[in-house]
C-alpha cells in the first residue's frame, strides 16, 4: 500500500468512540492489517472514518470509492476528539487525509494525519492519464527538439475509466504551457460522464 503517507505532528491515547466495524468497516482481510494478535483499533477507526467519508461521497455523487488502508505498519497513539477526513493528494493521486487533533497529555505525539489510499471499480487511474501526456510530451519533444515534462495537475481529476485509448493534443494552438487528455467514450457508471478530458500542466 504505497504512498500511505504518515506526517505526524503531536501525539496519545485515544478514547475510540466507535467500534471497530464502524462505518461497515468489519478490519477484515484485505483491512485486518495482518496482525497476528488482532486488528489495531486505532487503524481500524481510521479505516472506518475513511469509509463514512467516501460513503457520504458516494451518495452525493454516484461514485464508488473505496478505502485501501491505512498502512499497518505504521502507529498513532489514540485520539481523544473524534476523527476528521478530508480529500488530499499525493503523486498525483486522491487520498483522504485522517487527522486527530488531539490525543492524551502524555503521548509523544499531540496530533497527528494519516492518509488512506481509496480504490474505485469504475475509477480512471490517474496514473494512465499523466502517462498518456507523458508520452505525448516525448514525442513533442522529439519532434521540436525541445526538453518539456508533463506535469501533475495541482487537484489529481477524478473521472470514470476510458473504454478507449487515450488522445492528447495542446490545450491552445499558440501555447505549449498545457495539453488535454482526452477520452472519447467513457465506461457506462452512475456517474453520467459519456467522455471527458483533463488539463495537464506542461512546464
Given at each position: 500500500?504505497?504512498?500511505?503517507?504518515?506526517?505526524?505532528?503531536g501525539?496519545a491515547?485515544l478514547?475510540?468512540?466507535?467500534?471497530a466495524?464502524?462505518?461497515?468497516?468489519?478490519?477484515e482481510?484485505?483491512?485486518?492489517?495482518?496482525?497476528?494478535n488482532?486488528?489495531d483499533?486505532?487503524?481500524?477507526?481510521?479505516?472506518?472514518t475513511?469509509?463514512?467519508?467516501?460513503?457520504?461521497?458516494?451518495?452525493?455523487?454516484?461514485t464508488?470509492w473505496?478505502p485501501?488502508?491505512?498502512?499497518?505498519r505504521?502507529w498513532?497513539?489514540?485520539c481523544?476528539?473524534?476523527?476528521r477526513?478530508?480529500?488530499t493528494a499525493?503523486?498525483?493521486?486522491?487520498r483522504?487525509?485522517v487527522?486527530?487533533?488531539r490525543?492524551?497529555p502524555?503521548a509523544?505525539?499531540?496530533?497527528?494525519?494519516?492518509?488512506?489510499?481509496?480504490?474505485?471499480?469504475?475509477l480512471?487511474?490517474?496514473h494512465?492519464?499523466?502517462?498518456?501526456a507523458r508520452?505525448?510530451?516525448?514525442?513533442?519533444?522529439?519532434?521540436?527538439?525541445?526538453?518539456?515534462l508533463?506535469?501533475?495537475?495541482?487537484?489529481?481529476p477524478?473521472?470514470p475509466k476510458c473504454?478507449?485509448?487515450?488522445?492528447?493534443?495542446?490545450?491552445?494552438k499558440n501555447?505549449?504551457?498545457?495539453?488535454?487528455?482526452?477520452?472519447?467514450e467513457?465506461?457506462e457508471?452512475?456517474?453520467?460522464?459519456s467522455s471527458?478530458?483533463?488539463?495537464?500542466?506542461?512546464?
Open positions: 500500500m504505497a504512498g500511505l503517507l504518515r506526517t505526524a505532528i501525539g491515547l478514547v475510540c468512540s466507535l467500534p466495524w464502524a462505518g461497515g468497516v468489519l478490519c482481510p484485505p483491512y485486518n492489517f495482518g496482525l497476528k488482532g486488528p483499533t486505532v487503524l481500524c477507526e481510521i479505516q472506518a475513511a469509509k463514512r467519508f467516501l460513503d457520504q461521497h458516494n451518495a452525493n455523487n454516484e464508488d473505496e485501501f488502508g491505512p498502512d499497518y505504521i498513532v497513539p489514540p481523544q476528539v473524534p476523527l477526513a478530508t480529500w499525493a503523486d498525483g493521486e486522491k483522504v487525509l487527522t486527530c487533533k490525543t492524551a502524555s509523544v505525539e499531540r496530533k497527528w494525519a494519516i492518509s488512506v489510499d481509496v480504490v474505485g471499480k469504475s480512471q487511474q490517474n494512465f492519464i499523466l502517462e498518456a508520452k505525448f510530451i516525448r514525442r513533442e519533444n522529439a519532434k521540436h527538439k525541445s526538453h518539456w508533463a506535469w501533475n495537475p495541482s487537484e489529481p477524478m473521472v473504454a478507449v485509448p487515450l488522445s492528447v493534443r495542446w490545450h491552445a501555447s505549449r504551457s498545457e495539453v488535454d487528455v482526452i477520452c472519447r467513457a465506461v457508471t452512475a456517474w453520467g460522464k471527458w478530458r483533463v488539463r495537464i500542466p506542461v512546464v
